[in-house]
């Protein structure tokens, strides 16, 4: 297991690493990094069109007291789960897309993780700064954005967790990317992000239907991002320390696992 210290001697490497992908994501295209906004604008516009328009699903009045947007209520959560999605998916091939260099020459095998984990940041950034511009356009924009760290810690923790076993299970059993594409889209439903959750029931033949959706570690992102940024509420202590709790068992074991099969996993390369 590679210690913080020895993360920081390489982290020259590790930054080289995020700015590789940042560019080899966009080569030979025309709009180049234009398309890490058309890309989540575009989503945008067919989620609020097929839920908010032809459903005609309702968002609570905002923290103004004047604004009820669908669209920026739905951006709101968006943002979260992009992150955490596209950080769980570049992480499958993080590992593997290293192999060469970790054959070469020595560096922490965590290093591709880390860097297509920042990557990923860098692209949080931009939505980000977005929501905070609409907010500010619509005149629902509160100090309680400035909590944002308080969400964003934990989020990037348990993503870095979940795709530190996303990347090794991948070299190992290359069938790992289709099952977690399968559940990265059950979680996407099974998460409050185009409905809000109380349409779902208490009860469903018998079982907590609802206690059963507030298991998804991603409601509780979506919630704080919503109560921050939209419903302009700090959320409660025992939220927050949840959402904490959550994330370092996360990353605690994403991170023991990774150093547990990472030798064999750079064999395999």
Same mark, same amino acid.
């Given at each position: &297991?590679?210690?913080?210290?020895?993360?920081?001697? *390489?982290?020259?490497?590790? $930054?080289?690493?995020?700015?590789?992908?940042?560019? /080899?994501?966009?080569?030979?295209?025309?709009?180049?990094?234009?398309?890490?906004?058309?890309?989540?604008?575009? =989503?945008?516009?067919?989620?609020?069109?097929?839920?908010?328009?032809?459903?005609? =699903?309702?968002?609570?009045?905002?923290?103004?007291?004047?604004?009820?947007?669908? /669209?920026? *209520?739905?951006? =709101?959560? !968006?943002?979260? #789960?992009?992150?955490?999605?596209? %950080?769980?998916?570049?992480?499958?091939?993080? !590992?593997?897309?290293?192999?060469?260099?970790?054959?070469?020459?020595?560096?922490?095998?965590?290093?591709?993780?880390? /860097?297509?984990?920042?990557?990923?940041?860098?692209?949080?950034?931009?939505?980000?700064?977005? !929501?905070?511009?609409?907010? /500010?356009?619509?005149?629902?924009?509160? #100090?309680?954005?400035?909590?944002?760290?308080?969400?964003?810690?934990?989020?990037?923790?348990?993503?870095?967790?979940? %795709?530190?076993?996303?990347?090794?299970?991948?070299?190992?059993?290359?069938?790992?990317?289709? !099952?977690?594409?399968?559940?990265?889209?059950?979680?996407?439903?099974?998460?409050?992000?185009?409905?809000?959750?109380? &349409? @779902?029931?208490?009860?469903?033949?018998?079982?907590?239907?609802?206690? @059963?959706?507030?298991?998804?570690?991603?409601?509780?992102?979506?919630? =704080?991002?919503? $109560?921050?940024?939209?419903?302009?509420?700090?959320?409660?202590?025992?939220?927050?320390?949840? &959402? #904490?709790?959550?994330?370092?068992? &996360?990353?605690?074991? %994403? #991170?023991?696992?990774?150093?547990?099969?990472?030798?064999?996993?750079?064999?395999?390369?």
């Amino acid at each position: &297991m590679s210690t913080p210290a020895q993360l920081w001697q *390489y982290r020259t490497l590790i $930054s080289n690493l995020t700015r590789r992908d940042l560019k /080899a994501k966009y080569r030979k295209s025309i709009l180049g990094q234009l398309w890490s906004l058309v890309s989540p604008a575009s =989503t945008l516009a067919i989620y609020t069109l097929i839920f908010g328009v032809v459903f005609k =699903t309702q968002a609570p009045l905002a923290g103004n007291g004047t604004t009820t947007s669908f /669209a920026l *209520y739905l951006f =709101t959560a !968006l943002v979260i #789960w992009n992150f955490f999605s596209a %950080g769980v998916n570049a992480s499958i091939d993080g !590992l593997q897309g290293a192999g060469p260099l970790l054959n070469k020459i020595y560096f922490p095998p965590e290093g591709p993780v880390l /860097a297509v984990i920042a990557g990923v940041l860098v692209q949080l950034g931009f939505e980000f700064a977005i !929501l905070v511009l609409i907010n /500010a356009i619509v005149g629902n924009l509160s #100090w309680t954005f400035l909590l944002f760290p308080l969400l964003l810690i934990p989020l990037v923790a348990f993503t870095l967790g979940f %795709g530190m076993i996303a990347s090794i299970l991948n070299i190992f059993y290359r069938d790992v990317r289709y !099952l977690i594409g399968i559940v990265l889209q059950l979680l996407f439903y099974m998460t409050p992000i185009v409905y809000q959750i109380e &349409m @779902i029931p208490e009860e469903f033949h018998g079982f907590p239907a609802r206690d @059963i959706f507030a298991l998804n570690p991603i409601v509780e992102f979506v919630d =704080t991002a919503r $109560s921050l940024f939209y419903l302009h509420e700090v959320p409660s202590a025992f939220d927050i320390a949840y &959402m #904490w709790a959550i994330s370092a068992a &996360m990353l605690g074991v %994403g #991170w023991w696992y990774f150093a547990r099969r990472a030798a064999q996993a750079v064999e395999e390369l």
